[in-house]
Each structure stands twice: as C-alpha cells, then as structure tokens.
C-alpha cells in the first residue's frame, strides 16, 4: 500500500521565480521544460480541462433540464466543448509517459518502471470501479438488478485511463528507443480507430462476457470504451516522443508552431470529410456518434490546436506555472474529489442525488464554483501534506486507517 500511495506523489519541484519572456523565448527558443523538464503548457492544458470537466459535471447533474438544452445556443455548444475535456486529459497523459518512460543503458524500458506502471493502471482501475460501487456492503451485491451491475462495469474515464496504462506497458516496453516508440504508438493509434467501427459490430463481442465487453463498445453504457478513447493516448504517446526529441529549450516553440498547423488540417480534413458525406447521404448522426472515426479526427485536431494556444497563454502567465503543474499532476485526485463532493459515495448521499436537476441556473453555477474551489484547495493541501517531513509517517498511518475503515463499510 505505501507503493501505491507514493504513486499519488507530485513530482514538482520548487522553481525560481523566472519571467518567461526573459528566458530567450522572444527568439523563439524558451521551453517550459528548461525548468525540471516540464512542458508547463501540457500541464495548463490538462488542469484548463480538469475545470471545465469539473463545472459540466455540476451545471449537467443540478441544473433543471428545462433550462439546459443542449439543442439550442448556447447549450448546444457548451455540450459540443465538454466533448473535448477527455481527450485532452488521454492525450496529455500520453504525452507525459513519454518523458516518465525511463530507459536502461541498452535502451530497454526499466524493470522499476514497467512495475510502477501495472501498479499504476490497476490502482487507477480499482478506484475507477469504487467510485461506482453499487452497494453499501459487499452482502448486498447478489441482490442487485441487471442495471445495477450495468452500471457497475460501464466504463468511465479511470478506467479507461487505467487499461489504456498496461496496454501502453504492454506495447511499448520492447521498444527501445523513445523514436521507435513514437512510431509504435503511432500506429497503434491508428489501428485502434480503424478498428471502431469493426469491434462495434454485435457479432464481435457478442460471446464475452459482459464486464469485458464494455470495454469494447459503448452499447453497454460505458463513457468512454477502448475503442477509440485510448487512441488518443497513443497519440498523445507519439507527441510526447516527438517533443523528447526536440531540443529542451525548442519544445514550446515546436509546439506552438506545429500544434495549430498539423492539428487545423486535421481538424479540416474531418470537417471537409463529414461535409461530402452528409451531401452523400449518411446520417449526421452516425457521425456524431462518440465511436465515429470522423469525430475522432475532429476532436483529436482542435486538441492539437489548443495546445498551441496552452502555448501562448502561458507565455502570458508563466509566473502561475507552479500552479498549472501542481492541478496538472494532482488530476486523479480532482477527479475523485469533485465526484464526492458531487455525488457522495455509497454511504453518504451528495447534492447531486438528492437536488438532482432541481437548481436554477444561478443556483447550479453557485454550488459549481464552490465544488471547483472546494476540489482545488483541497488538491493543494495534499500537495502541501505531500511535501512535509512527517508525510511519509502519516500517510502510511492513513492508509491503513483508511483501508480498515473501507473494508468495515464494505463488509459490516
């Protein structure tokens, strides 16, 4: 347990207090990553993500139906943006692994790290599942109905993220080079959302057995199946080992430049593209659908151009980078926290059951505003916590609190 818990460590480090534009970036040259070798501009991305996810999930569970319509202005494109938080947050953490994927002398990725990563996507999966848990105690779990179990397996965004982790250690840990991995996982993205449309056949994943087949398609409830969410890991993966290999003090600037470039004519391509096939007859909505190879092109394109923009914001607020990278790194924490807060857990209700889309609008914005602020202030004193001497101590005391304490929910 004190393995996993040293998982949910930052690795930031303290910086000095630089001006960005003083570090030779008006020469096109600065890179975030100058300073312990972050990209502070993927981390702004990711924590910009993390708060949008955090305020959609609020103002969609609270607010009355009646005054959300996502048919109409400006409804409808405020849903079409809560679209994106994903894959910005699976193409980030791509990107991340990139960097954290150390190597032995041969090139081979390090037996430590392998180890760390299957800890990792199992930890993820685990909390993934009981922040879903159907039941109060584990004796009432023969007594659930076929929905409840449905819901149950119905995959979300942990554990996605999680199975996406050992697909990633499975795939990449023969590699040996961070080139022949961005190649790899290049490909391997590109497989994945071929391969959508074929694993959403009924035939495909017909004989397996329910709680697998949800990783598969989205006919089973999940959020967020394989196909072709992981996908964008993958490509994250393969931006990450591109900016690996680009020179430290050159990797915003290449990011800033290419990011809109290869993501506009990505993002273009999939419009143009959906475009001749509505005049060709095919439904809009099949190409809207979240397992269309369309939608993934188009969402996969404007992440790349809003990372362009992640660029040039933080060109503008470098001084708050400390902050985008401690949020950036603490998203597993924000994630479950506001889900808390939002929903309860099985043995305590939260007000998103119990004023479930009864709140007016300013009421629904209201209690969002206090989620996020509640959820980030409670993200930075784990940080703080983190970074005391008698941390080490205390946190192995709360796991085992803790750990006593679930397993008397569970099973008393």
């Known amino acids: 347990m004190n393995q996993i818990a040293l998982l949910f460590r930052s690795t ?3 910086t000095a207090k630089v001006n960005y534009r003083n570090v030779a970036h008006v020469a096109g040259g600065n890179s975030t990553a100058r300073f312990n070798n972050r990209l502070y501009a993927l981390d702004l991305a990711r924590f910009l993500a993390m708060v949008f996810m955090m305020q959609g999930h609020v103002l969609d569970a609270l607010v009355n139906s009646t005054i959300i319509d996502i048919n109409i202005f400006p409804w409808n494109v405020w849903n079409l943006s809560r679209g994106f938080t994903a894959p910005i947050f699976l193409m980030v953490s791509g990107a991340v ?11 081979n990725v390090r037996a430590d790290i392998v180890a760390k990563r299957i800890r990792w996507g199992l930890t993820i999966i685990g909390i993934g599942y009981l922040l879903v848990f159907p039941a109060g105690r584990v004796w009432d779990l023969p007594f659930l109905s076929s929905g409840g179990w449905n819901a149950f397996f119905a995959v979300n965004i942990l554990q996605l ?31 994945i959302v071929a391969t959508t449309p074929i694993v959403q056949l009924t035939q495909v994943v017909s004989g397996l057995p329910g709680w697998f087949r949800a990783y598969f398609t989205s006919a089973e409830g999940s959020i967020f199946p394989v196909f072709p969410f992981s996908a964008y890991l993958f490509l994250g993966l393969a931006i990450g080992c591109w900016l690996h290999n680009v020179p430290m003090e050159n990797r915003d600037a290449m990011l ?31 190409m809207e659908h979240q397992m269309s190879i369309i939608l993934f092109l188009r969402r996969a394109g404007i992440v790349m151009v809003f990372f ?18 401690l949020f950036g790194t603490k998203s597993l ?8 807060l939002l929903f309860g857990t099985p043995w ?4 998103g059951r119990t004023h479930y889309h009864s709140l007016s609008l300013s009421e629904g914005i209201a209690v969002a505003i206090g989620i996020v602020f509640i959820t980030l202030a409670v993200a930075w004193l784990i940080d703080w916590y983190t970074r005391q001497s008698w941390a080490l101590r205390a946190r192995t005391a709360l796991v085992y609190v803790g750990t006593t304490t679930l397993a008397y929910l569970l099973i008393l």
Request: charged content about 15%; overall charge positive.
């Open 161 to 191: 993220t999680g199975v996406t982790i050992l697909l990633f250690i499975v795939t990449m840990s023969s590699t040996t080079s961070v080139k022949s991995m961005g190649v790899r996982a290049l490909v391997i993205a590109a497989l």
């Open 97 to 107: 692994h990139a960097f954290a994927t150390k190597r032995d002398q041969n090139g």
């Open 308 to 325: 362009s923009i992640c660029v040039i914001v933080l060109e503008r607020t470098y001084q708050f980078r400390k902050w985008y990278s």
């Open 333 to 340: 924490y924000i994630y479950a926290i506001h889900l808390i």
């Open 348 to 351: 305590i209700e939260g007000i």
């Open 12 to 14: 930031l480090e303290p």
């Open 256 to 286: 800033k430049k290419f990011g809109w470039r290869v993501g506009g004519v990505v993002a273009l391509f999939a419009v143009v593209l959906q475009g001749t096939l509505l005049v060709s007859g095919v439904s809009n909505e099949i």
